[in-house]
């Protein structure tokens, strides 16, 4: 089984962390985004990544990578989510909200946004929602940890980390708490060893 990866995507990050959950071993290919190999392309020619090859299957959506690990082993149970709102969930922060962190993050791609603006549609669409979930209950979901969790903590780590300052000031303190729990967790520390560039 082969992983091409990059290190710092949230979406290699997720699938990266459902696979190792699951105890499933793959051979990780690091990719250079900007020079990306043609045996990846061959498999999965619309270039991102995390792309899992299993034999002659393909898996080209870091979800579905998920979803497929955790039907292979689920020993924390993962797996148990109402699937309408975990979808919900996924669909926030893979459409509206990881368009607002690229806004965030690139603010001279987008020199016509504001960035106040940006963030206060940030914390609207996904952050105060999540905050909302989060003072009621340990995990998204409600008291157990789901795929969901690992799937979105990626995408906030990456947005905390934009202007770390400015984040400690937002009213979000239980985001905090679950973020920080997630970046001591062991599972998210095993998947973040450096891997030299994959050539073909
Ligand atoms: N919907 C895809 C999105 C994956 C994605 O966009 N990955 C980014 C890196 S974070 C990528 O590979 N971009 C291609 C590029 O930058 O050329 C998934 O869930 O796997």
Redesign the pocket.
Known sequence: MILYS?RR????MRARMALKYAGIDVEHREID?RNKPQSMLARSPK????VLCIGDVVL????DIMRWAIEHSDPAGLGNVDEVIAQNWINQN?GLFKILLDQYKYPNRYPNLDQEAVLSEALKVMLLPMQQSLQNAQYLLGSKMTWVDVAIFPFIRQFSMVDPKRFERLPIPAIKRWLNQHLASELFNAVMHKHPVWMD
């Not at 995507?9 to 290699?12: D, E, I, K």
């Not at 270039?47 to 995390?50: D, I, K, L, S």
């Not at 080209?60 to 979800?63: D, K, L, M, R, Y």
Request: aromatic content about 14%; proline content about 13%.
């Open positions: 990059y995507c949230p979406y290699a985004l270039g991102t990544v995390p080209e959506q870091s979800v893979d």
